[in-house]
């Protein structure tokens, strides 16, 4: 009897060295088991789905962004070049009242500079931004790549003047300013935090051109 059990046991490590073959393609037991943890795919995760959700969330952030710069330029920027007639009562009072509630200087006694901002932004920006606004939110159109890096850069550089003046501005009655400025450093970075948006979202949508492997012209090996 114990000759019979030692063959059996050494039958056993003969036709088991790890799973029994019979049972591994059985379906008893589950395909991975047994197997090495090198067979699993262990390469990362495609990330080309966040990827595209991120970018489209800029999209439509943007899209917001020029949609919301529509009514602010027709009803309240474009007064500073426009005849008054032109406007409503309620129109004329409100920014009148912005311009006394937050001491905005260039809306109240607006200098030559920031009045040919203004022309530009009526002839050049405000009828870019329903074409902006249409492709940002549309998507995947990669031809408003050049005018967006323009349009972005423009407005950049009309920002510097206007943010800087707001800090550095000498609003007293002795330079000869006529309306009411900023006299504090608080009421100065309220100005500033006002004017912000029009830097911040610019300065993101000229990255987002320059750095998006999308809107990336590939350029051609010679």
């Not at 007064?79 to 809306?107: C, G, H, I, T």
């Not at 005018?147 to 550095?168: E, G, K, R, W």
Request: some cysteine.
């Amino acid at each position: 009897m114990g000759v019979v059990c030692m063959a059996f046991k050494g039958a056993e490590r003969q036709l088991r060295p790890g799973i029994p073959a019979p049972l591994e393609g059985s379906g008893l037991l589950p395909r991975s088991a047994g197997r090495d943890e090198e067979d699993f795919d262990s390469s990362p995760p495609d990330h080309s789905m966040v990827t595209v959700i991120v970018r489209r969330s800029l999209d439509l952030l943007l899209g917001l962004y020029f949609l919301s710069h529509i009514p602010i330029t027709l009803f309240f920027d474009l007064q500073v070049v426009l005849p008054r007639e032109f406007y409503w009562a309620k129109f004329r009072n409100l920014l009148s009242w912005y311009a006394k509630e937050f001491k905005d200087p260039l809306m109240q006694s607006t200098p030559v500079w920031f009045k040919s901002f203004v022309f530009c932004e009526l002839l050049f920006q405000l009828p870019f931004f329903p074409v902006a606004t249409y492709a940002f939110f549309r998507g995947n159109c990669k031809w408003i790549r050049m005018p967006a890096i323009i349009y972005s850069v423009h407005t950049l550089t009309t920002l510097i003047p206007i943010l800087s003046t707001f800090l550095f501005g000498d609003f007293s009655k002795a330079s000869g300013f006529k309306g009411q400025g900023p006299e504090t450093f608080h009421e100065r970075i309220t100005l500033v935090a006002i004017y912000a948006p029009y830097f911040v979202f610019p300065l993101i949508l000229l990255l987002f051109m320059l750095k998006n492997p999308f809107y990336e012209e590939k350029r051609k090996r010679k």
